[in-house]
């Protein structure tokens, strides 16, 4: 059974930094590329990022870029999402995600979420 368990999340003020792990299990972890997708109050889901099988490559929405880094843990089975200078407008239920291809948005799993809200 694929299990995404994600953790990491909180509150914390405008221009703070939080980083996000996702346990991954029931399937090879470095067989597949993984993404991180996000869910704004009110609003629908938004594809973040994504790294391939190896580590080695990433892609990043526009509005995250430079602030957000995603990164991988092959051995662990461990997905990472550091989100340095936090905005207001980065408050969302963060999930990761299990893709199938790289190129193209292909989730097919799903982790339960991890609340980030920005505030003071």
């Known amino acids: 059974e694929v299990q995404l368990v994600e953790s990491g999340g909180g509150l914390v003020q405008p221009g703070g930094s939080l980083r996000l792990s996702c346990a991954a299990s029931?399937?090879?972890?470095?067989?597949?590329?993984m993404s991180w997708v996000r869910q704004a109050p009110g609003k629908g889901l938004e594809w973040v990022s994504v790294?391939?099988?190896?580590?080695?490559?990433?892609m990043y929405e526009d509005s995250v870029k430079g602030r957000f880094t995603i990164s991988r843990d092959n051995a662990e089975n461990t997905l990472y999402l550091q989100i340095n200078n936090l905005k207001p407008e980065d408050t969302a239920v963060y999930y990761c995600?299990?893709?199938?291809?790289?190129?193209?948005?292909?989730?097919?799993?799903w982790g339960q979420g991890t609340q980030v809200t920005v505030s003071s």
């Open positions: 029931g399937f090879t972890f470095d067989a597949y590329a």
């Open positions: 790294i391939n099988s190896g580590g080695g490559s990433t």
């Open positions: 995600a299990r893709r199938t291809n790289y190129y193209r948005k292909s989730e097919d799993y």
